[in-house]
């Protein structure tokens, strides 16, 4: 078991190029559940999900990311867009006081949640890549999120093109020190 969690951890891409086929909607739930079960502080929860389907939205999200961005295409071309946004000052709060010494803890369980979407996609034969380099604001304004929420990563979905091959990865014993730093 352990074995087949390892390799889709490192066969899991950043794919940006998508076939013209529809995801079906139990394969879509998956993912869903795959966010529903990732872990979060002090089970908040704190993740707002914008399933993203419509291809007037999808143009409309795209022309307001930078033409630098290298998934730019990707949002148009995915049959299907996840737009994760968190929950402001629920995350790392007990009775609204911040907790930890990061303050509000939605980024990391939002990261966390798009990590369990990514893997479940690969599992499941999807490609998917995490989008940041984009005007998390006006994308917002596209979406209407509310206020208290923030727009964390668009992640586009659907059948791989595409796959790149495995970037070089740092050897274990460039990152890793025993007992203190």
């Known amino acids: 078991m352990l074995d087949d969690v390892m390799k889709v951890i490192?066969?899991?891409?950043?794919?940006?190029?998508?076939?013209?086929?529809?995801?079906?909607?139990?394969?879509l739930g998956s993912m869903l559940e795959a966010i529903?079960?990732?872990?979060?502080?002090?089970?908040t929860q704190c993740w707002e999900v914008v399933v993203i389907k419509d291809p007037d939205v999808k143009a409309r999200v795209q022309e307001v990311l930078p033409k630098a961005n290298p998934g730019?295409?990707?949002?148009?071309?995915?049959?299907?867009?996840?737009?994760?946004?968190?929950r402001l000052k629920d995350s790392g709060y007990k009775k609204g006081e911040v907790t930890t010494k990061f303050g509000d803890w939605f980024m990391f369980d939002l990261g966390i949640a798009a990590q369990s979407v990514c893997l479940a996609a690969h599992a499941a034969g999807l490609g998917s890549v995490m989008m940041g380099l984009f005007d998390?604001?006006?994308?917002?304004?596209?979406?209407?999120v509310p206020e208290g929420h923030d727009l964390v990563t668009l992640i586009p979905?659907?059948?791989?093109?595409?796959?790149p091959s495995a970037p070089k990865r740092k050897a274990v014993a460039e990152f890793c020190r025993e007992d203190t730093f």
């Open 157 to 163: 979905l659907g059948y791989p093109a595409k796959v």
């Open 36 to 43: 529903q079960w990732s872990p979060s502080w002090a089970n």
């Open 136 to 144: 998390h604001d006006k994308v917002g304004e596209v979406l209407k």
């Open 10 to 27: 490192k066969e899991r891409r950043s794919v940006r190029n998508f076939e013209d086929k529809p995801i079906p909607e139990d394969v």
């Open 72 to 86: 730019r295409k990707s949002i148009t071309d995915a049959p299907v867009v996840l737009a994760l946004c968190g």
